[in-house]
């Protein structure tokens, strides 16, 4: 199964700043089968990003993601309130659908 | 309004079974695949496995560690997915969410979860 580890485990920033969370692919990820979800406490995840770049219905264009083959970043152009919260990829290239182990991104 | 809505989780001891089942309203249901993703308190995310559409004959996969002991199956008539989880173990405990994973379309939906809890 391909293994993806998402960097860094917790990110501490402040409202108005930038956000970029890593996720890495032990083996290519194939089609750029990669999404990103947010997760809040209580919560269930919610799809922000798939197709490695295209931003979900509804996803503030804030969100923006990138990368290709093992590596791939989400980033968050100038953080809100309500962004802070964690992050997980997952790619569904090949079956297992994969998860990284999550970016807890917190208030600073 | 899309809505996802799971049941049937519980307490059940190890070894034992439980279906689990998600009502499903508001998306072309028998166009989607449909997910189980699992989740331990505290932890991360834990794909579960996959039921595919109809045309692609009800295709399934799950993750290596639920292959056999899980099985997912759906009623497109009911707009109705299940799963029945059998030989549970104490590290199956979790929060249970059906989902459309929406990474084809962009438009992803996911129930509030259905916690089982495998403890003797």
């Known amino acids: 199964e391909i293994v993806l580890t998402q960097s860094p485990g917790t990110l501490s920033l402040s409202p108005g700043e930038r956000a970029t969370l890593s996720c890495r692919a032990r083996q290519s ?20 990003i ?5 931003r ?3 996803i503030p264009d804030r969100f923006s993601a990138s990368g290709s083959g093992t590596d791939f970043t989400l980033t968050i152009g100038r ?15 090949d079956s297992p659908y994969t998860f990284g182990q999550g970016t807890k991104l917190e208030i600073k | 309004e899309v809505q996802l809505v799971e049941s049937g989780g519980g307490l ?9 089942s998600c009502a499903a309203s508001g998306l072309s249901f028998s166009g989607s695949a449909m997910h189980w993703v699992r989740q331990a308190s505290g932890k991360g995310l ?22 056999g002991r899980f099985t997912i199956s759906r ?11 059998n030989s549970l173990k104490i590290e199956d405990t979790a929060v249970y969410y059906c989902a459309r994973l929406g990474v084809s379309s962009g438009l992803g939906y996911w129930g509030q979860g259905t916690l089982v809890t495998v403890s003797s």
């Open chain 1, 79 to 93: 953080l809100e309130p309500e962004d802070f919260a964690v992050y997980y990829c997952q790619q569904y290239g």
């Open chain 1, 29 to 48: 990820v194939k089609s750029n089968y990669l999404a990103w979800y947010q997760q809040k406490p209580g919560q269930a995840p919610r799809l922000l």
């Open chain 2, 46 to 67: 834990d794909w579960v496995g996959r039921i595919r559409t109809k045309g692609n004959k009800y295709a399934t996969e799950y993750a290596a560690s639920m292959e």
């Open chain 2, 12 to 20: 059940v001891q190890p070894g034992g079974s439980l279906k689990l």
């Open chain 2, 75 to 85: 009623d497109d008539s009911k707009n109705m997915v299940y799963l029945q989880m």
């Open chain 1, 50 to 54: 798939y197709g490695a770049s295209s």
């Open chain 1, 56 to 58: 979900a219905t509804g």
